[in-house]
Every structure is written in structure tokens, then in C-alpha cells.
């Protein structure tokens, strides 16, 4: 069973800074898809960040430039450095994993880029933004 616990949300000013962490047990990072998906009140989920099992990374158009997604394999943990942050960036966020998905015929695996609808996924941290 894979577990994820985030953490590192906070309230910060507009154009401040924040990192979130994602800590894994259950599982080894390099293994899976793994992603960061968020929710504001009154809002559906929002993808905003994967990272598939070869490092490449997506990024929903809002935070592109200012999200950086990446992953310390050693440690099993993933990480979100989120910089010149909006209000509109206020919602939990959560950390999100599945295994990859086999494409039929061949041996190649792909991530599927809907990390809001990933398998697993943590509690969530609280991030807020104030103008």
C-alpha cells in the first residue's frame, strides 16, 4: 500500500515563496507517475505538476515558469517549489502516485497526465495566498 504525507503549505504573501514535500512509504518514487494536484473551495481539482518514471516533467499552463516539480529519489521524497505565488494558487494541495501504464504491443510504459485522478494520493496541505 502506498502512503503520501505532505507537507510544507503555509500563508504567504503574493510573490513569496513556498516548497511542499511529499514523503513515500510503500513505494519507491522512480517506480511510479507521481504528481501535484490542487483543489480551492468551490473548484474542481486541478492538475498542476507530473513527473513520470524518466524525470520528464508536465506542467499545467498557469504556474509554467514559476512551479518547479522534482523529486529526490534517495530520500523518496517529491518536491514543489512554488515561486512568485498568486492568490489564485490558494487551495490544498495534494501529492498523487500510480504505477505506469503498459502501452499494449510494446514494453514501453506511459503516465497518464490526469495526476488529479492518480490512484493514491495524501491528505493534502493548506496553501494560501494573500494579495
Known amino acids: 500500500q502506498v502512503q503520501l504525507q505532505e507537507s510544507g503549505g503555509g500563508s504567504v504573501q503574493s510573490g513569496g515563496s513556498l516548497r511542499l514535500s511529499c514523503a513515500a512509504s510503500?513505494?519507491?518514487?522512480?517506480?511510479?507517475?507521481m504528481g501535484w494536484f490542487r483543489q480551492a473551495p468551490g473548484k474542481e481539482r486541478e492538475g498542476v505538476a507530473t513527473i513520470d518514471t524518466n524525470g520528464i516533467t508536465t506542467y499545467v499552463d498557469s504556474v509554467k515558469g514559476r512551479f518547479t516539480i522534482s523529486q529526490d529519489n534517495a530520500k523518496n521524497i517529491l518536491y514543489l517549489q512554488m515561486n512568485a505565488l498568486k492568490p489564485d494558487d490558494t487551495g490544498m494541495y495534494y501529492c498523487?502516485?500510480?504505477?505506469?501504464?503498459?502501452?499494449?504491443?510494446?514494453?514501453?510504459?506511459?503516465?497518464?497526465?490526469?495526476?488529479?485522478?492518480?490512484?493514491?494520493r495524501g491528505q493534502g496541505t493548506q496553501v494560501t495566498v494573500s494579495s
Open positions: 498523487a502516485a500510480e504505477r505506469p501504464w503498459e502501452v499494449a504491443g510494446t514494453t514501453r510504459t506511459v503516465c497518464r497526465p490526469e495526476v488529479n485522478t492518480y490512484k493514491f
Open positions: 510503500g513505494t519507491t518514487y522512480s517506480n511510479y507517475c
